[in-house]
């Protein structure tokens, strides 16, 4: 158990000295939002996690895009450009330094004059970004992958909005950790959702599935990179329903997000994923994946 602490704690990254607050780079320590903010009373706005290699963001565009979705889904008007939001990237990245790390970016309603579940007319969003360093996965981690835990969705029903009301995947994350696992596998009913914080893929006799997009699931950025790696390797991907029962007899199961990239997971319920190791798919992958971000970024 220590051991699994101890591999988990490398996700847990501190906040680089800078960030973004409404347009101007300033020290993360002095950033200050007003506690009347409606992402703040309300969970009303919407984030992106977009990850950087070598000071470059990897699918941008991608990411703005369901930015974008997200803001229209909530009926919050974009404060940016596309052009001023790339410019802001930039300079949030270039202030920390560039190379590798995260960007999170959360758009919120803004600050009203009180609490009224209806925004009040013409707010003006409140934006805020910062940056954390990111590491490639350890080699241990590599080695021996991670452990998941299949639970129940207790999430709401428009998983495909980037909402900031995180608590559903902050109570399953710590059910997992509890469980002893890394991550958790959601389920509804018979249905693979998606995990917590991750998109899942499942390998079965060499053949790659991962479920559609639907309310259900997030529009994984990552899942478009991994989907042009299994292209690149010439590996067919089945974009299906997965049905829960389909899991313990998988013989690999990856998840995939932005910051972690694809891992296996070779554990799920405290019993062995096929082989009970990284999978020869997934190695595959993993390898085409670190070109594809040495192409794209690098
Ligand atoms: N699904 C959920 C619920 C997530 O929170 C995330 C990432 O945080 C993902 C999937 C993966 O999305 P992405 O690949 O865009 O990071």
């Given at each position: 158990?220590?051991?699994?602490?101890?591999?988990?704690?490398?996700?847990?990254?501190?906040?680089?000295?800078?960030?973004?607050?409404?347009?101007?780079?300033?020290?993360?320590?002095?950033?200050?939002?007003?506690p009347?903010?409606?992402?703040?009373?309300?969970?009303?706005?919407?984030?992106?996690?977009?990850?950087?290699?070598?000071?470059?963001?990897?699918?941008?565009?991608?990411?703005?895009?369901?930015?974008?979705?997200?803001?229209?889904?909530?009926?919050?008007?974009?404060?940016?450009?596309?052009?001023?939001?790339?410019?802001?990237?930039?300079?949030?990245?270039?202030?920390?330094?560039?190379?590798?790390?995260?960007?999170?970016?959360?758009?919120?309603?803004?600050?009203?004059?009180?609490?009224?579940?209806?925004?009040?007319?013409?707010?003006?969003?409140?934006?805020?970004?910062?940056?954390?360093?990111i590491?490639?996965?350890?080699?241990?981690?590599?080695?021996?992958?991670?452990?998941?835990?299949?639970?129940?969705?207790?999430?709401?029903?428009?998983?495909?909005?980037k909402?900031?009301?995180l608590?559903?995947?902050?109570?399953?994350?710590?059910?997992?950790?509890?469980?002893?696992?890394?991550?958790a596998i959601?389920?509804?009913?018979?249905?693979?959702?998606?995990?917590?914080?991750?998109?899942?893929?499942?390998?079965?006799?060499?053949?790659?599935?991962?479920p559609?997009?639907?309310?259900?699931?997030?529009?994984?950025?990552?899942?478009?990179?991994?989907?042009?790696?299994?292209?690149?390797?010439?590996?067919?991907?089945?974009?299906?329903?997965?049905?829960?029962?389909?899991?313990?007899?998988a013989?690999?199961?990856?998840?995939?997000?932005?910051?972690?990239?694809?891992?296996?997971?070779?554990?799920?319920?405290?019993?062995?994923?096929?082989?009970?190791?990284?999978?020869?798919?997934?190695?595959?992958?993993?390898?085409?994946?670190?070109?594809?971000?040495?192409?794209?970024?690098?």
């Amino acid at each position: 158990m220590a051991r699994k602490l101890s591999l988990l704690a490398q996700h847990m990254a501190n906040a680089l000295p800078h960030s973004l607050l409404n347009g101007a780079i300033v020290p993360t320590n002095d950033a200050r939002i007003s506690p009347l903010d409606r992402g703040f009373l309300f969970g009303d706005g919407i984030y992106e996690v977009v990850p950087v290699y070598a000071g470059k963001p990897l699918r941008l565009t991608a990411h703005f895009d369901r930015l974008q979705d997200g803001l229209d889904a909530l009926e919050i008007a974009n404060p940016y450009s596309r052009a001023r939001w790339a410019e802001l990237v930039h300079e949030l990245i270039a202030s920390n330094g560039g190379g590798d790390m995260g960007v999170y970016l959360e758009v919120s309603r803004g600050a009203g004059k009180g609490r009224d579940f209806l925004p009040e007319p013409d707010m003006q969003p409140t934006v805020f970004g910062f940056c954390f360093p990111i590491t490639p996965p350890k080699p241990e981690l590599l080695a021996r992958g991670i452990a998941a835990a299949t639970l129940e969705d207790i999430r709401w029903q428009r998983c495909d909005i980037k909402s900031i009301a995180l608590v559903g995947p902050v109570m399953l994350k710590m059910e997992a950790k509890r469980r002893g696992a890394d991550e958790a596998i959601l389920v509804r009913g018979e249905r693979l959702a998606e995990g917590s914080s991750s998109a899942v893929f499942v390998v079965k006799n060499g053949r790659i599935a991962t479920p559609p997009a639907s309310h259900e699931r997030l529009p994984s950025i990552t899942r478009l990179v991994v989907g042009d790696v299994l292209d690149a390797l010439k590996l067919p991907l089945e974009v299906r329903e997965v049905r829960r029962g389909e899991l313990p007899a998988a013989d690999e199961i990856w998840i995939a997000s932005s910051t972690r990239e694809a891992l296996p997971v070779t554990s799920l319920d405290g019993k062995a994923v096929g082989e009970g190791g990284p999978g020869p798919v997934w190695r595959r992958v993993f390898d085409e994946f670190q070109a594809l971000k040495q192409r794209e970024a690098g």
